[in-house]
């Protein structure tokens, strides 16, 4: 079947940051969706929609799993994010191969367009499908005229020539101003068909030039598409899987989100279709799965859902003065949700957030000119202004944390595993425990897999396949962490540069530093960075080494950074003289094992399932060059990817469970996070600044606490010389102090991937406030400590659109030196008198963060490279 070569698409702008994917340009001052995240897997939003075949189905009878039920974990409120499909009654799966699509599996898809013939199902011709390609996934191919249903004989040629075999391909039309889901009637240029009638009105195959790939086009192709070709069962019929929803920005074939004014002037988002097509054994006329999901036979089973989407035009008021954030990534979902509400009353204002280095941000937030608002989590470092005192407010505004996400489907040993074992083969790794030190393995380059084939890798031991030394390919391979998880892991072949390291931003920030820091709190993990092997002789890449004697470069390197150092110089040699035919170009570490845009690109990533592995050397390029590998799609999956726990729950990946001082592992949950605030303690340079000290005793004694909780903070010097952005900010710190820690999806509302701040953090956060807008402290009799802990949705002073008075003064800080106590007293009036009482989510928190008055910390050099910025918007 002739296929025409459009070319390979690139998806790195797509994954820029997942506030950055949802900007759209159109007919406002400024416009950006606000993403809400998606909840996990076991935690349904209320949107939650269960499809059976038995109700759902276009057509129940005959259909491959007449049990099945299908579970959709969100419909509505969606942006640019992961949802989860889970399912029960289907038939244990057999994965795909080159001929093959697999058996007793489903296909998911996205839509735009609703069947006119079939009213409450999505049109097949307007689906992203076909994209991943092979067996059972195409749009088109060839088949038997006696096998060809009556509803695809419209977008059949039947041929009676044994040379020129009958053809089917479903058109695909892509959303358009019209409406039109008819290929006949939608615009030219929005439509993709290999068929046409002839002069007698009969269906025939478009030929030489007009005949065009339905699968890799310039509306989507392989590196683009978000379909899921192969979602397989296990024993008992059930199972799950993340899907990344597009918008606008990410498929303009789909047009999902765009911004639809309604009758009466409301801005709703374009709705969309999600589809689930089971596939059993066979297709019709044969006995196994070869053939297209969107081919009658397959497609009448399929059930759908409605995705509803928020407008991608979240509106501000025209003519709204935009106001600048500067700082960690960790706040950015938060923000984005709160934004719409920010814009509504007298100091409502649009705000653009600048991702990157906090240390930057609050060492400008701490001069007296008017600067943008920091967000950070460590406190400024006084060297930077001539060690005079600090002059900056913190306001506690949001508890969140580091997380690092995986994507590992399983590939038995074929001789170790047992049956059991193997009959989950292509299923996902659902479990994964890590110790400091196997994060710093995969931090260093350590693993022989985490360099480039072809290089001198003799430094870490490893000398030739026959002669590997004592490093693992990867870390499913290490004693270490086979020891720690499940025996399942032991059983499996997975190898592969992606799951030899873990995937890191460029750029320097807060998080860098803290996951560097949560590894030298380990002493195995010092000894070993310092040159020690481990108990099985693994050693660390030397490049990365503390101790100068081992270092490479004669010095060791420096720890804790607030980046993430490809610190090897490794090179692949250039062997394109000495191999004209076969060679390639030269490979650096960099160009093995990239970075992600940012921490949530690198969820973004987890959830595609894409390591970012270096593809071919194309020598016919001008000038020659590597390719990018095409994802890996359900079944085949390992990445492993540092990111933060919004931008985890947002994209729905799986998150591992890190070891905390108390020896439990433990994942970023919300409970995990509000164990680990209740455990934080002032932190040695600014008292008013927590963090989650690895050698404290409360920390060793918090047995649920998550290791990488982080606090962030606003921070701002009060004496700047802007009073009116000084009262914008202040409403921002109030509203994210009241109403924003009331956790959901909905605009507004606490996204999921944070926890609610503690009641005494909220009380610092509206005493913050005040002195920010009034320019200053003054003397107020300090509360008492304890309590209990949680967040607030009401008060005196919180909300945007009427704003109380400013809370009595209280005691000086700008320019004033810290007091020194181990154990700070909390200043400004009491939380009772500032915060209502506790929601149903509020977490309980001990005596420790009662007692701890909070901050805001900056931390890190500058960025290495270009922050990015996500433009938040108003609503209309």
Known sequence: MPRSEWGRATI????????????????????????????????????????????????????PFPDLEVTISQTKDLVSQGIQVSWTGGTQ???????????????IAQCWGEDPDNPGHPDRRTCQYGGTLGAGTYRDGTTEADDVADEDLPYTHVSSSFFAPTYTGI??????????????TAPADRVLNNLTTDAAGKTVQKTGADFVDLNTNQFFTAYTTNE??????????????????????????????????????????????????????????????????????????????????????????????????????????????????????????????????????????????????????????????????????????????????????????PQEASAEEKARSGLPMTELKLTPRLVAKLLTASYVDSLPNGADKSHIGYKSFADPGKNPRTIVQDEEFRAINDPEWSKQIIIGASVADALTPTGRSDIAYRLWEYVLSDAAARAWLDGEPDEQGMIVNPWYSTNPEKNSNGVGMVLPVDTFPKADPILKLDTTVTDPSGGSGPIYLVTWRPFTHSFADGAYQVLRGDGLILGAWDKFSTPPKFGKSVRELFG??????????????????????????????????????AAAAAAMTATAAQPKVVEYSFSSDAAKAATTAYPLTMPVYAALNPKQSDEELRAVYADLIRYAASEGQDAGTDIGQ??????????????????????????????????????????????????????????????????????????????????????????????????????VPIGIAAGLTAALCVPVLTRIRRRA
Request: proline residues 9%; aromatic residues 4%.
């Open 636 to 673: 085949s999956q390992k990445v492993i990817g540092v990111t933060t726990a919004p931008a985890a729950e947002l994209y729905q990946t799986v998150t591992a469970a890190l070891r905390n001082p108390a020896g439990q592992f433990v994942a970023p949950t919300r409970e995990g996070m």
């Open 228 to 413: 899921v070709k192969w979602a397989g069962a296990g024993a008992d019929g059930s199972g799950s899987v993340p899907f990344e929803v597009q918008t606008n920005m990410q498929s303009t074939a789909l047009g999902c989100g765009s911004p639809v004014t309604q009758t009466g002037g409301s801005v709703v988002g374009q709705s969309c279709w999600l589809v689930i097509i089971p596939r059993g054994q066979g297709d019709s006329g044969s006995s196994e799965i070869t053939r297209s999901g969107l081919w009658w036979d397959a497609w009448e089973h399929h059930v759908a859902v409605k995705l509803e989407f928020k407008p991608l035009g979240v509106r501000c008021q025209l003519g709204a003065a935009e106001r600048q954030l500067a700082g960690s990534e960790l706040v950015a979902s938060a923000i984005a949700s709160w934004q719409p509400e920010l814009c509504q009353g007298e100091n409502g204002s649009p705000f653009v957030l600048s991702e990157g280095n906090e240390a930057d941000a609050v060492t400008r937030a701490a001069g007296t000119d008017p600067s943008p608002l920091a967000f950070t989590s460590r406190p400024l470092d006084v060297e930077r202004i001539g060690d005079a005192p600090d002059p900056v407010t913190y306001a506690p505004v949001a508890l969140s944390g580091l997380a690092i996400s995986f994507s590992i489907d399983r590939q038995p040993h």
């Open 12 to 63: 790195a702008g797509l994954a820029v940051g997942f506030l950055v994917a949802s900007l759209v340009g159109a007919g406002s001052a400024v416009l950006a969706a606000d993403p809400a995240a998606a909840a996990t897997g076991d935690e349904l939003t209320s949107s939650a929609v269960t499809l059976t075949n038995r109700d759902d189905a276009l057509e129940p009878d005959d259909a």
């Open 171 to 184: 058109p695909f039309v892509a959303v358009n101003s019209a409406g039109a889901v008819d290929e006949k």
């Open 750 to 851: 606490l996204p999921p991937g944070y926890a609610p701040l503690p009641q005494p953090w909220v009380a610092q956060a509206l005493v913050a406030a005040d002195t920010i807008e009034r320019g200053g402290e003054l003397p107020v009799t300090p509360p008492a400590a304890g309590g209990s802990g949680g967040s607030s949705t009401g008060g005196a002073a919180t909300g945007t659109g009427n704003r109380a008075a400013p809370a009595p003064p209280v005691t000086p800080q700008s320019g004033s030196a810290a007091p020194a106590a181990t154990e700070p007293v909390a200043t400004g009036v009491a939380a009772g008198a500032l915060t209502g009482a506790a929601t149903a989510d509020d977490p309980e928190v001990g005596p420790i963060a009662a007692a």
């Open 93 to 107: 799966s057999e994965r795909p191969s080159s001929t093959v699509g697999g058996t007793n599996f489903l296909q």
